[in-house]
């Protein structure tokens, strides 16, 4: 690589992304020395092993993230919306989508998950900490870090441009020479180990450290959906951690798994990729049903419908998301036992997720609903996401997929899951939990004009899209003749688009209206809430609990609330509260494993090595770290108690 | 966690299951490159060494014998085996086509 082919150059929406960047950094760097909070970033956020410190890190990542893969989005339907655009050239075009998808699956719906999980699955199994604060700071900074780097390609280096699913023989050496396909492989481990550990870290932390009381079938429904969740992200993602592996070797090292020529098996990475990512798309629905569980059952005032049955599905949904894979290329060609078998298991999904949507229908039937922005979310995905959910069945059979294979068709059906579904409950639950990140509520007002202009705005986008797949428009085509009759409602999608990203310029703005004049949170307990986490006072307390509560129902504090105790504290029965200590260790490693992923990208094995020689350094530090962590002590449990819980 | 949780004065386990995973690995290298044998004997040896090394490494490193509950690890590996069973002969049958 020649240094004058280090910086991408040639397109004034690069050089003004450049500007963007550096002007955002020195406005960053100016702002925290100007108000002298260096050490305030380095103590409590860098080196915080806070779950819920951790748990807002992620969602402010993914908010940033979605604002990155929503630019992308409108570039595109800018460019689709006339017939013969010349704002995005061919190559132009395919990195934008590139980086779009991958952004919004892995770093904007993983994450604002992952964030919400943080903060919450604690809370509510009644727990001061997850079971590994330290690997879990990791796991964050190893995302952030994968993140970065995937991000900063399109000005440096150049940006991948193979898809999402980066398919060979297309994201080989061959055929794609640059070094943007490097930044895929590179960025996606580093961030997809992050992502294992915090799988592995909330299995553990919800099986061991539940409440006294909470057995399994008393866990809420939102913490039961992260636990099938880490399940499955503990088996898909090694599936993942392979195949870019194997890729990584292809593109670097000039070995032959994926290639053309010499044995290497091209199609293998498609087959590869989808045990994985099929997995990977209920890692992130799945929790969104959690979500709305939640919601649906605190705004509808009443216990959960079929909550067992609710349980049986997760499992179900979470076993047969292993055995479908193939739905995901029927058109490669594998024949008749094949496509039927995995035909079958993919309709077989329809049934576990119909018995979900009709258990929250009869949670809301005789309910006494309140109309909130969160519940506003809940009962917009319920037609929205039955929508995709069917036409899904649709592309499941697999002779038809023939005609809907990568078409608009197929477009439309997964942005309606994964916006009506994921997105949807990320914005549900970004209301919902609010207060206990920050104190204050998110202004409701404003939060029904984004609700509206979003919903609204996605249908219009994503609904003509059906059709247009229907009348051949093939995904990840950058522009199209005039004769195929496709403007009209290529126009309307775009102005759906629009409309969603002025609902996104509203959420921002409400998050700064209410930071300033949001209704501070008083009570610990705003929407009546029924589960654990509301015990607790707004915003939350560094230990969570003073005491440990009891658990004796299902709806854990719905029941304290019932039998007219509420959540007692007695000062007598106040113990000192062992906490572990913050490390700067985790964004250090995650800082050398940004450098050595960068050296790989550039082959510039040197800084590799180097690199990586301070990653091990990192590990065998900790390996002999004594540091046990410290208490807290009851005078200052007391202290704190006492000013937050006013009202008790 | 587990309440048969201790220190041993010198790791010798996770030491010896280090080495002999080091020796299983490049027995699986000398098969491959060096041992001369045809390709189906080279398959069938370095399959029986990685079954031979995860054994091993169950015992040495993943504490299975030491578990509170023998219910979890069996659920636990039986789910394991079922994934591993699925990505694998799922694969083979898949991509079959192309073989």
Known sequence: ?648 | MGTNYHHETFPWKHIVGFILSLVLTFAALWIAFSSGLATKAILVGIVVLAVLQAVLQLFMFMHVTESDSGKIQTINMAYSFFIAIVVVAGSIWTMAFVL
Not at chain 1, 237 to 243: K, Q
Not at chain 1, 515 to 522: P, S
Not at chain 1, 547 to 553: F, G, Q, R, S, Y
Not at chain 1, 582 to 598: K, Q
């Open chain 1, 1 to 648: 690589m020649k240094w004058s082919e280090f910086f991408v150059t040639g397109e004034p929406l690069i050089y003004a992304a450049d500007v963007s960047i550096v002007l955002t950094v020195i406005g960053i760097v100016f702002i925290l020395t100007y108000f002298k909070k260096w050490k305030w970033l380095w103590d409590e956020w860098l080196t915080t092993v806070d779950h819920k410190k951790i748990g807002v890190m992620y969602i402010i990542s993914a908010v940033l993230m979605l604002f990155r893969g929503g630019v992308d989005a409108l570039l595109m339907r800018a460019q689709l919306t006339a017939p013969n655009m010349k704002f995005l050239d061919s190559q132009h075009y395919n990195e934008i989508f590139t980086t779009h998808g991958t952004i919004m699956i892995l770093f904007m719906a993983m994450p604002f998950i992952i964030g919400l999980m943080n903060i919450v699955v604690p809370l509510q199994i009644g727990a001061r900490d997850v079971a590994y604060p330290y690997l879990n700071a990791l796991s964050f900074w190893l995302f952030f870090v994968g993140a970065m780097l995937f991000n900063i390609a399109f000005v440096i280096g150049g940006s991948p441009d193979a898809g999402w699913t980066a398919y060979f023989p297309l994201a080989g050496n061959e055929f794609s020479p640059g070094v943007g396909n490097n930044y895929y492989a590179v960025a996606l481990q580093i961030s997809g180990i992050g992502t294992l550990m915090t799988g592995i870290n909330f299995l553990v932390t919800i099986l061991k450290m539940r409440a006294p009381g909470m057995t399994l079938m008393r866990m809420p429904m939102f913490t039961w959906t992260i636990l099938i969740t880490c399940v499955l992200i503990i088996f898909a993602f090694p599936v993942l951690t392979v195949a870019l592996a194997l890729m990584t070797f292809d593109r670097l090292f000039d070995t032959q798994f994926f290639t053309m020529a010499n044995g290497g098996m091209s199609m293998l990475w498609a087959n590869l990729f989808w045990i994985w990512g099929h997995p990977e798309v209920y890692i992130v629905i799945l929790p969104s049903f959690g979500i709305f569980s939640e919601v649906v059952s605190t705004f509808a005032r009443k216990r959960l419908f079929g909550y067992k049955a609710m349980v049986g599905s997760i499992v179900g949904i979470a076993f047969l998301s292993f055995i479908v894979w193939v739905h995901h290329f029927f058109t490669m060609g594998a024949g008749a036992a094949v496509n039927s078998f995995f035909s079958i298991t993919t309709m077989a999904i329809a049934i576990p997720t119909g018995v979900k949507i009709f258990n929250w229908l009869f949670t809301l039937r005789k309910g006494r609903i309140r109309f909130t922005t969160a519940m506003l979310w809940s009962l917009a995905f319920i037609p929205n996401f039955v929508i995709g959910g069917v036409t899904g069945v649709m592309l499941a059979m697999a002779a038809a997929d023939y005609q809907y294979h990568n078409s608009y068709f197929l477009i439309a059906h997964f942005h309606y899951v994964l916006i009506a579904g994921t997105v949807f409950a990320c914005f549900a639950g970004l209301h919902y939990w609010y207060p206990k990140m920050f104190g204050h509520m998110l202004n409701e007002r404003l939060g029904k004009w984004t609700f509206w202009l979003f919903m609204i705005g996605f249908n219009v986008c994503f609904f003509p899209m059906y059709f247009l797949g229907l009348m051949g428009m093939t995904r990840r085509m950058y522009t199209y003749s005039a004769g195929l009759g496709w403007t009209p409602l290529n126009v309307v999608a775009s102005v759906g688009a629009a409309l969603m990203g002025i609902g996104f310029l509203v959420l921002c703005y409400n998050i700064y209206y209410s930071a300033r004049y949001g209704e501070r949170d008083m009570t610990g307990d705003p929407w009546d809430g029924r589960t654990l986490e509301w015990a607790t006072s707004s915003p939350v307390a560094h230990y969570n609990f003073a005491v440990i509560p009891e658990v004796k129902d299902l709806d854990a504090y719905w029941e304290m609330k019932k039998s007219g105790k509420g959540f007692e504290m007695d000062e007598e029965k106040l113990k000192p509260i062992h906490m572990p200590s913050n490390s700067g260790r985790p964004f250090l490693i995650s800082i050398a494993f940004f450098f050595a992923g960068f050296g790989l990208v550039f082959k510039w094995f040197t800084l590799a090595i180097i690199a990586a020689v301070f990653i091990i350094l990192g590990l065998i530090l900790r390996s002999f770290d004594d540091d046990d962590g410290y208490y807290i002590s009851v005078d200052e449990i007391k202290r704190t108690e006492r000013l937050t819980r006013k009202e008790a």
